[in-house]
Each structure stands twice: as structure tokens, then as C-alpha cells.
């Protein structure tokens, strides 16, 4: 380190500890003017915040740490840059609110060095330091930011996707589920599970799947099919396939896929009479549960 | 025997997530040389796949694939260990286990992860079902080299 | 007399259907001594029916599986019925991924559709009083 960055070092330390309530409240208020937050973040919070990491850039300035690394080595400060992302993220404000936090950041910083020295060459040193500093919470913010977003919206797809495929109890012990829409590896787990789950609750015997809504039917999609017949009928109960257009009935023909273990009828009625005519078959001292 | 020097290397799919971007723990190997160690082992999986924070569907896949993992270095491979990561990538957290053996080797791989499982006749290495459970799976061995078996699973896919 | 009783659920008769459960920590010693004792069972109280509740069961491998087969292929052979009730969700799931069959072993949802399989059911209870009645 040069002498002068170091010094340029010292002083902004000694005015984060000596001016610390003012850095904060004069960072919450330039964040409240650019008024991106919304009504998602109170003013507490932006107060907590700032507390927080005003408190970790201390020790992390009093280390060794080159001034590029300040922020990325530092748990407590890294944690605390992360946090003020991932809070925006979530709060859903814009992406440049994260970055604008930052800079308005730097604008507090050096408003509390002006404050103890009006020499223009060290306050351009200090600019150039606290710049330095702060370039990598900005990048590492908006990293995070985006992650967190896309956390999001992959979290609202799975809720989307399990939305989609509800379980409904057609009849006492059987069970029903309209497939609609493609069936990939993805849209499949989710479907077994909460058919296997809901068989467990209810009870059912039988789950009727209904694939009138699934536009092709593949090699692909056959195999998730049984996968989760096979699935059903290891816990004990069984399916019937409902819903079978006479072009999937032909598609399944040409591609010589076997359903033949399975029950299979053209329409939910058809496969609701059915189901009930099976559960009836296993009164007393029948076979329920049989596993072919 | 088969010739040796040979190690096969069956890797898929190539890795993409970033190293080194921090776990969340050391890593934690275990002991795999009694049956008591094939019970704890998996007791420790299943803490660390609560940890790492997947659904219990997806703890249970897991826990499985170690399971026959750890019994196939049990059985097959004289005993070895086992190691469990919490590990970070692009889209979040997952597990990795590495599971070795200093044992005989697996001399024909391809059969080996094409086998499975069937009626139980007891004779596969476990590792074709294993390797369906989990996102990433590696294998490194050969005739009288050992094994090691890299399995990882990520929270979200 | 009773031979060493495994780590685990006892096994009791109704009639002459035993009823039994595993648990989550059924290792190599475990599962032999279980399939002993089961089998030994069977011969001496001529049982013609087996429950096996495995609601307990978290984990499902191709070991647990084996002695399930193997269990239900002995039982049969004694003349005996297993049937294997209360598979988990995410066991079932996960054994389908495994690629693993359990080729020849029944189940059932729950342990009442696996009795009512082995001809045990509950019957409609009177005003006043409950009955169990066996019907068979």
C-alpha cells in the first residue's frame, strides 16, 4: 500500500467510526429521494441495513486485505452486500435499485470525509479509494440480485407447474388427474409426487390419468406414464389411462409402445366405471393391491 | 485378468458448475468397512441432503444412491470411504459424494452401468441404478485399480 | 427357545395371518435373523398369510428389496401369502427410478388393505357395541 492510499485508508476508517450514525442516515435518505424501493422495504430496514454494514466495513478496512478485496474476503461484509441484493430482489425492485444503493453509498462515504477535511487532492484520493472499494459491492450486488430473481421465478414456475396438475377425488377411493400440456422429466416428478401423496392421503385405490390435454404421446412421454403406473401400483393401489384420442391410440401402435398391463379407456367416464368395477372386484377375500 | 494399466473414465454429463465458489462445510468422509458404517453413512447423508435443503423426495433418491454406493464398496470393493460435500452451482446448492475402494476394480464398466438391477439376483454393482438417482456420476476404475465414484445432485435441476 | 429376536418389530398372529413391520435399521444380520425367525413362524404356527408393514421404511435399496424377495419366494414356498403394505411415496418413486422390481412381492396401501386382502376385514359395527368380525 502507498502512504497516501493508506492514509486515504485511515481517515475514512476513523470517519466511519466517529460519523457512523450520520453515513447511515444520510445513505437511507439519498436511497428514500431515488424513491426505487417501492413501499416493499420500510425506512427500519434500510436504517438496519445501513447499521450493519457500516459496522463490517470497519474491520474489514482495519485488515490487510488489499482495497479491491475488502469486500469479497470479508464474511461479514460479503454476507451484508448479499443481503442488501437479495433483499431487493425479493422486495421486486428494479435492478438499478441495487446499483444506485451502492452509489449512494459512496456519496455518504465521502460526504463524512469531506466533513473532516476540505484538502481537494486527499478528497480525490479518497473518491479514487472509495470507488475501488466499492466497484466490487456494486458487481457483487447485482450478481446477486439476479440470481435471486431467477430463484424466484424458478420457484413461481415449480408453484405453476404443480398448480397445473391438480389431484381430484372422483369417486371414494379413487382418484383422478387431468394431465394437460407436455409431459417432461420435470412436469412428470412433480405429477407422481403429488398423485403418490395424494393416494396415500385419500386412501385411493385407483388413479385415473387422464392424457385427453397431452397433444403428443412419445416414447418419452410413454415411459414417464409407466414409471408412474409402476409407481402407484408398488404402493398398492393401480391406474387406469383415460383420455386416449383414436390418433395417440394409433401413434402408440406404430410405435410399438407396450400399454398392455395397464387399464386404459377413451373417455374419464368410461375410466371412472371402470375404476369402480376394479375396487369392487376386490371385496371380500379379494385381491387388493395385487402387484402384476 | 483383463490387461491393466487400463482405467476407464465414464463421466457424464461433463461438469458446468463453477468451482470453487464456496461450499457451505468442509467436506465429511466416512468410514465404509462394517455393516454399522453402511447405517451410518446413511444417517450422515440424509443430515447433510436436509442441510443442503432438498425435498424428501429428492433426500430419499440420495440416500439411496449412497446407500448402494457404499454397500457396493462394502461388498465389492474390500470397504472403503465415503465423502460428503455440500457443493454451490449456477442454479444452487447440492450434494457430492465420492465414494472409493481400494477393492479388485470393476474390469468392464460399460456392463457394469448397463446392468441395473432386475430380479434381485444380487450379482449388479448397483452402480447403473445409483447413477439414475443422481444428476452427475463418474466413474473411475479398472482391473485391479480400485474404484472411485463421483455422484452429485443438485437442488435445483 | 425363541431363537434371537431381531432389531425391530415382533411378530404377532391373528389368526393365522403374521403380522409383522421392518425398520429403518435392517442390516445383513438384521434381515437374515428376520427371515429366520419369520420363516420359522410360519412352519410352526402353519400361518397361510403374512403382513408386512413397511410404513416405517424410509429408504428402500436393492438390499431391502432383495430380502423382500427373497422373504415372499420362502413364505410362498411354506405356503404362505406376504403381502407388503404402506410403501412411502417417495420410496415407491425412488425404487422406480432405481430400476429395481420387486418381482412376485404384493402390496397394499396400508396394513387394513393388506389384512382385507389376506381375507381379514372390518366389520359393519352394530349400534352399541363394536364387533370386530373375521369374515371369511
Partial sequence: MSTSEAAVRERLTRALQERDEEIADRWVALQLEQALLGTDISEAELREEADSLIDALVPGLESDAPVDRVVTSHPGLHQAVIGLSLRRAR??????????????????????????????????????????????????????????????IRRQSQQLMELSTPVVRLWKQ????????????????????????????????????????????????????????????????????????????????????????????ATLADALAAAIKLIDGTGPGGEAGESR | MAPHGESTVASWPPPTHRAGDGGTGAPVTHQVRTEEDLLTVRHAVRAATVDAGFGIVDQTRVVTAASELARNAYVHGGGGTLTIEQVRGPAGRGLRLTVKDDGPGIADLDTALTDGFTTGAGLGHGLGGARRLMDEFTVHTGAGQGTVVVASRWTVR | MTPHRPVGVPILRLGDVLVTGLLNELDDRAAIAFTEELTARISAEGARGVLIDISR???????VART??????????LGARVIVAGMRPPVAITLVELGIELVGVETALNPEQGLAALGWRQAQEPLGGSRRGAAR
Avoid: W
Fill in chain 3, 57 to 63: 421404511l424410509e429408504i428402500i435399496d436393492s438390499f
Fill in chain 1, 91 to 152: 422486495a421486486g425492485a428494479t435492478p438499478t435499485a441495487t446499483s444506485l444503493a451502492v452509489l449512494a453509498l459512496k456519496e455518504a462515504l465521502l460526504k463524512a470525509v469531506q466533513l473532516e477535511t476540505r484538502d481537494a487532492e486527499e478528497l480525490f484520493a479518497t473518491a479514487v479509494f472509495i470507488n475501488r472499494l466499492l466497484d466490487v459491492a456494486g458487481a457483487l450486488s447485482f450478481e446477486t440480485y439476479v440470481e435471486g430473481r431467477e430463484e424466484i
Fill in chain 1, 174 to 265: 379413487v382418484l383422478a388427474v387431468p394431465l394437460i400440456g407436455t409431459l417432461d422429466t420435470a412436469r412428470t416428478q412433480i405429477v407422481m409426487e403429488n398423485l403418490l401423496q395424494a393416494i396415500q392421503d385419500h386412501e385411493a385405490l385407483v388413479a385415473i390419468i387422464d392424457i385427453t390435454g397431452v397433444p403428443t404421446v412419445d416414447t418419452a412421454v410413454a415411459q414417464h406414464l409407466m414409471q408412474t403406473v409402476n409407481a402407484v401400483r408398488l404402493m398398492g393401489a393401480d391406474c387406469v389411462i383415460s383420455g386416449i384420442q383414436p390418433s395417440i391410440a394409433q401413434t402408440i401402435a406404430q410405435l410399438g409402445i407396450d400399454l398392455s398391463t395397464i387399464l386404459t379407456r
Fill in chain 3, 68 to 77: 423382500l424377495m427373497e422373504l415372499t419366494t420362502v413364505s410362498r414356498l
